[in-house]
């Protein structure tokens, strides 16, 4: 039997199972599963987790954010007001540079790159990171 | 008072119609940034946050939405960018997912041992029993990836079991 055929009708035999739409024909999926042990086996023992697993709920944690939120609602975030800060000075500087007659040292030179690393920090990214965090863990 | 009223007053500045939603949600939504994060600490950290992040975007809220599906979003956000910054080696409480504790310490052993994404779908799947059109809105993927992902962590939570079963 082929492998992919097999993983095919044991995902689309769960969503039935599940009372979903699967996305085999239905039909399709009883006549393979009739011929092929191995998914009757492998679909026996993920039912055994779904009847294990019925009827659990979950843990129920009493919380009160409330007091915690409510004086938060109305100041600026603390994000918002670093980027205020961040974005001023590199409005600033931008102004500067239109002066005439400027010489700034290399040192302000390296003002904007700067602002640009203190923004990376503070979000504590980097900005060349391929973002994995929704990746499947088995791919 | 329902969720859609107690919005359009909290978009009017009513601060006690988001007190509303907040105490409405707050016990819900801790379960869920626990089942994330594994951690209740952390979890509180990111339910305020992710409060205050709806706070403020309640302005753009479709109000042809459910208010939860939507703050789900907000909270699993804050609850992934906390997981991705967290060390690996940092000490994690592993507070109980299922009640009542210690009922079944194999199951609550399997779901504390499986990775973060699993964890997350199984127990909306079968704690919580959404559906997979549910599934996909609060995760914010397709439907067949809902199945396909759901059939994956199913096979590494029955593995879980089965190993912990002949230990």
Known sequence: MNESTCESVRMAAMALADGEKPALDPDFIAAHVAGCEACRLELELLRGFDVQIAGKSRRQYPVDVWPAIEPRLAAPSRQRRVFLVLGVLLLAYKVAEFAPNREFGMAVQLVPIAIALAVFRYLKENPFRITTELKLEGD | ?167
Not at chain 2, 9 to 36: N, P, T
Not at chain 2, 37 to 46: F, I, S, T
Not at chain 2, 101 to 116: F, K, M, N, V, Y
Not at chain 2, 121 to 141: M, V
């Open chain 2, 1 to 167: 008072m329902d969720d859609q009223v107690a919005i359009e007053r909290c978009r009017r500045g009513e601060r006690d119609a988001f007190r509303f939603l907040v105490e409405r949600y707050q016990s819900q939504a801790i379960g869920h940034a626990i089942a994330i994060l594994g951690d209740r600490e952390d979890a509180l950290d990111c339910l305020q946050e992710a409060f205050l992040d709806a706070f403020q975007g309640l302005s753009r809220f479709d109000t042809g939405r459910r208010f939860y599906p939507w703050f789900y979003i907000l909270l699993r956000n804050r609850c992934y960018k906390l997981a991705n910054r967290r060390r690996e080696n940092t000490p994690l409480d592993e507070v109980a997912i299922l009640a009542p504790a210690g009922d079944s310490p194999e199951i609550e052993e399997a779901l504390q041992s499986l990775g973060t994404e699993d964890r997350e779908l199984i127990t909306l799947r079968h704690l919580d029993g959404l559906s997979y059109a549910e599934l996909a809105e609060r995760l914010e993927i397709p439907v067949g990836t809902v199945m396909s992902r759901l059939y994956n962590a199913r096979r590494k939570m029955r593995g879980k079991l089965e190993s912990r079963s002949r230990q």
